[in-house]
DNA sequence: TCTTTTTGTTAGGCATGCCTAACATATTTT
DNA sequence: AAAATATGTTAGGCATGCCTAACAAAAAGA
């Protein structure tokens, strides 16, 4: 195996929104649905972070205009709602291809989904989805489709030589461990 | 649409791996194929970050037992080379799935797949790669999924309701931003 | 009204992981 | 051997993003 993508790694740190920062918009989008009186306390509570921490990420939030601070209620803007909506879609198509189709357990694929879903580009994102939402038409093909990976997922032969079969009996084998 | 995973957002923390960790053992993995006499500063040349920094990082690497230094020299316990090996087919079959199946560009699916590759759990790994491992053979259901999937992604229509459609077209709405 | 509780705010600390500057120790080159 | 270069090491700084402690201001209850 070889790498050449060591000039990609750094680009890691410059994404649109952190992790922290996305869930901050996800947590407020979330709560405003409920109540949009929304105060700095509730999305401390609701994320499990102290009072402070919150209040000095809201106030770094509230410098890059990605949550707006009028006598201490919190609203988003609607380029935030646009980017918490991108983010949301993401997490969610990766959710359902991950637990549906390749049926991952359902803890896994959501907390896998959390980890990447700021991560994943508008592109991915799109593409992810368009084909998701193929996966889950009811057309022949696809059923076709699904019926016999499920039959080649559950019984995979290991002798069969394909290109990737290095790969996943070195997965196998480590997992051993 | 309803979110209810505030509670998984924090396990974003608690990998095997950081980022960082992930970077330096990739490449310390691709640079002892080339050449087994490795030292930290042709690291630190390769990742582009400064010699101390580099040497800090393996000191505590060092201590979590997940490189070994001898004389100044940097190698790899069995532990650390089947991490790196899950890693790398992580990305490796994201790299496959995003670019060759969904024809995302390679540019954008290599960063994608390098920004989340230590960050997917070995069930999901495995789970992707026997996915595309599938979608790599030729079987006919496959070759015929593929086909429809490429017609469908051309020139899908955005009136057909298919409960992911609000998510498409709020996607497509923000992209023209 | 006065007290208690809830919020907001500031300050100092800690871990990660990068940086530059400075110095120490090899290793080459002349 | 002496000078020049490469490599290793330590110290101090900075940004992110969390923490606790302490205090201020506002809201709620007695």
Redesign the interface.
Known sequence: ???Q??Q?????GE?ELS?SET?YL??I??LLRKDDLLRASTVAK???ISRNAVHLQLKKLSEKKLVKIKENLISLPKHSI?IV??V??K???MIVL?SE?????MH?????S???EH????????????????L??D?K??L??LK??QK??LQ?DPEIG????E??H???K??E?
């Not at 990609?8 to 890691?12: G, I, P, R, S, T």
Request: with cysteine.
């Open positions: 195996m070889e790498f993508f060591e990609y790694w750094k680009e890691y994404n992790h869930h996800l947590t989008y979330s609701e994320l499990g646009n909506e991108k949301a879609n997490r969610q198509t991950l189709v390749l049926g991952v357990p896994i694929a959501t907390t896998d959390c980890k990447i991560l994943l580009s508008d592109d991915t994102g799109e593409a992810l989805l368009k084909f998701v939402q193929f889950r038409s057309r093909v696809v076709q489709f016999e990976f080649y997922y995979c394909c290109g990737l079969c790969n996943i070195s997965m196998e480590v997992n461990n």
